[in-house]
Structures are given as C-alpha cells and as structure tokens.
C-alpha cells in the first residue's frame, strides 16, 4: 500500500514542476537507451558487409516506430482516464474491461504486421 501512496503523492501533492521533472526523467533516459540501442544495432549489421541486411534495418525500424505509436495513443488514453480517477481520488476506476484485454489484439496485430513484412522480404 505504501508504493501507491507515494504514486499519487508525485501527482497529487508535489508541485506540477517537480512532478513534470520527477517524471520525465526516466522517459528522457529510456527514450536514449533506445537511441543508442538503434545506433549500435545499426552498426553491427553494417559489419555484416550485406548491404541488404543493413537495407531490411532501414526499412523495417520505421514501422516498428509506428507500431509502437499506435500503441501510445492507447496508452495517452488510459493515462488520461487514469489521471481524471487519481483527481477524484476513484481508486475503484470505471466497470471497464482490463488493459491487458485490449493489449493482447494490440501485440497480435503488431506480429502479424511484423510476420507479413518479413514473408514479403523472401
């Protein structure tokens, strides 16, 4: 119980400033991981000496990024829902189905996506 306390302590008594910072430091810092990530993926493939490997990176690397924003508006979503239930202070929330309910045709839509590119690739 003392976990979600201190959640809510973040947004409901700090300061919107401190809160904002308290925050967006963690997704500052997974948002670069994923930069470097990308940078030395890109460069292991590029040893591999097949321009065409490097290519398939190149191409597919966008739509995973696009995936992966569809999946965010969900979560702008739920992240709005969720933040109207802390301010009214609703720790019960809406007879709504779980988000696990909604993400599981999410990711099964995202690798049939994924298996068709890389089956019209051969």
């Known amino acids: 119980m003392d976990a979600n306390k201190d959640q809510t302590s973040i947004l409901g008594n700090a300061k919107p400033s401190q809160a904002i910072v308290k925050l967006a430091l963690p997704t500052t810092l997974a948002l670069l991981a994923k930069a470097v990530y990308n940078i030395v993926d890109a460069a292991y493939i590029g040893m591999l ?9 190149g ?20 992240a709005v829902l969720a933040g109207r ?4 202070k609703d720790e019960e ?5 779980s988000p696990l309910l909604s993400a599981c045709p999410l990711s099964s839509a995202r690798c ?11």
């Open 112 to 122: 049939c996506v994924w298996a068709a590119s890389c089956s019209s690739n051969r």
């Open 85 to 88: 239930q802390l301010g009214a």
């Open 93 to 97: 929330g809406p007879a709504a189905p």
């Open 49 to 57: 000496g097949s321009d065409i490997a490097l290519t398939a990176v």
């Open 59 to 78: 191409v597919t690397v966008p739509l995973l990024l696009i995936m992966v924003s569809i999946e965010n508006i969900f979560a702008a979503g739920a």
